[in-house]
């Protein structure tokens, strides 16, 4: 079967425990867990059963075994991960404001996420991937972004397609390579994953509507909005879907989005219609909120149809 494929960072994440917690102070902590965006995406894809692999980087130390060992286990196909001798894995720390927005200290522009390169990036290495995902949080580095160009073009010449999660957090919008190239990987996207508050940052537009509307006009041919525990929404040329979020005890946001993106794209990939792929999507993400851990609440389409089947 034809793989879907991803390429980034990949990291451990180390969390307070205590929401309201700084991390200017000590503090007890939990973790390491797996984690990197494009990480957490593909391990869910290889839960639902579907062919999957990454292409990144990881150090020759505990915290990348960690990541290469969980993702093994979960069948992703790791022949792709680099473990550089001279670099070491990269980390986040998070906690939770009062208010549940998260803060982020990332160790991963110093770290071996920050080595890949277009070296790392060829038709071999992306042989049978019809589906190539792309996310934004990986896009700070010029030699990545290269790298990510590349990966489109190889995947977009055999036919393949490309969807892409901005998945913009603002410590990295400082960084003004990543701006740049988020607009690059626009015009190659298929399908469109943002959260809410993304639509506008991407586009001229005053309102969603014309959000939309500017997206399809560069090309993009379908569009989910994440937006948390409100839900999501679904635009096509002439259609759209509005998915109310499952009821189920948030413990921690992140990764949803990425779990919610991941069975999205499997299920289409899996040629079911947009209905159905959102059903399962919404699922996946809510089961994501109710664990602690990035990718801790990945899950297998026995544990989503449980879940959808809950009166
Ligand atoms: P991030 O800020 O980590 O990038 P995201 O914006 O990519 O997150 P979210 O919108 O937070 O992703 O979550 C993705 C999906 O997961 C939502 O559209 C929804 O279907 C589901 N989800 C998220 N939070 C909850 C929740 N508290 N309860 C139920 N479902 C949720
Ligand atoms: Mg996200």
């Known amino acids: 079967m034809e793989k879907i494929m991803t390429m980034g960072e990949i990291l451990v994440e180390i969390m307070a425990t205590r929401r309201g917690q700084s991390l200017r102070a000590p503090g007890s902590l939990a973790g390491p867990y ?26 020759d130390d505990d915290f990348g075994w960690l990541n290469i060992e969980r993702l093994q286990r979960d069948g992703v196909d790791t022949s792709a991960i680099s473990v550089l001798k001279t670099a070491v894995t990269g980390s986040a720390f998070v906690t939770y404001r009062l208010d549940g927005e998260r803060d982020f200290i990332f160790n991963i522009t110093n770290s071996a996420s920050a080595q890949l390169q277009p070296a790392h990036v060829s038709a071999a290495a992306l042989k049978d991937c019809s589906h190539f995902h792309v996310m934004g949080s990986s896009l700070f580095s010029f030699r990545i972004i290269d790298a990510m160009k590349k990966a489109i073009e190889i995947v977009k010449g055999q036919g393949g397609m490309v969807s892409f999660d901005p998945n913009i957090r603002k410590e990295m919008l400082r ?7 988020l607009g690059y990987i626009l015009e190659f996207t298929d399908i469109l994953l943002p959260s809410g508050h993304e639509v506008s940052l991407l586009t001229d537009a005053a309102d969603e509507a014309g959000a939309i509307d500017e997206l399809f006009a560069k090309g993009v041919k379908e ?6 525990p409100q839900g999501c929404s679904y635009f096509a040329r002439g259609a759209r879907l509005e998915v109310a979020a499952l009821a189920v005890e948030e ?11 991941a069975t999205f794209v499997t299920c289409r990939h899996l040629g079911k219609g947009p209905e159905e792929a959102l059903r399962y999507a919404n699922a996946s993400g809510a ?25």
């Open 34 to 59: 797996a984690s990197g965006a494009p990480a957490i995406f593909i391990d869910q894809v290889a839960r639902l059963g579907h062919p999957a692999a990454i292409i990144g980087c990881v150090g």
């Open 287 to 311: 089961l994501a909120v109710r664990v602690k851990g990035p990718m801790e609440g990945t899950s297998d389409f026995e544990q989503l149809d449980a879940l959808l089947a809950r009166p």
């Open 223 to 228: 569009i989910v909005v994440k937006r948390g």
């Open 175 to 181: 960084i003004c390579e990543m701006r740049e190239a």
């Open 251 to 261: 413990l921690d946001p992140t990764g949803a989005g990425d779990c919610f993106g």
